[in-house]
């Protein structure tokens, strides 16, 4: 059974930062692809970044280009998404999710963590 567990969500000031873990409970190398997606109230889930395990390549939505970033850990089994510069706009609950197979889809996911940015 795979686990994914999110954590470091919480309420931050327009402009701050945050930094999202989610730790795995299997070597991320097991994975191909883990990637954030994000939900807000109302709307569907998006994919915000995600990353190929085996060589660290990134990808980004575009409304998070140049704001948040994606990298992995392998001694830790841990994927962040460090986020700056964050907007009213990103507030949503943020789920990590992994893929086994390469193809855009995801096998896992954690149970979200909640986002909110506000004054």
């Known amino acids: 059974q795979v686990q994914l567990v999110e954590s470091g969500g919480g309420l931050v000031q327009p402009g701050g930062s945050l930094r999202l873990s989610c730790a795995t409970s299997r070597s991320i190398f097991s994975f191909v692809t883990m990637g954030w997606f994000r939900q807000a109230p109302g709307k569907e889930r998006e994919l915000v970044s995600e990353i190929i395990i085996r060589g660290g390549i990134p990808n980004y939505a575009d409304s998070v280009k140049g704001r948040f970033t994606i990298s992995r850990d392998y001694p830790q089994n841990t994927v962040f998404l460090q986020m700056n510069s964050l907007k009213p706009e990103d507030t949503a609950v943020y789920y990590c999710?992994?893929?086994?197979?390469?193809?855009?889809?995801?096998?896992?996911w954690g149970q979200g963590t909640q986002v909110t940015v506000s004054s």
């Open positions: 999710a992994a893929g086994v197979r390469g193809d855009g889809t995801f096998d896992y």
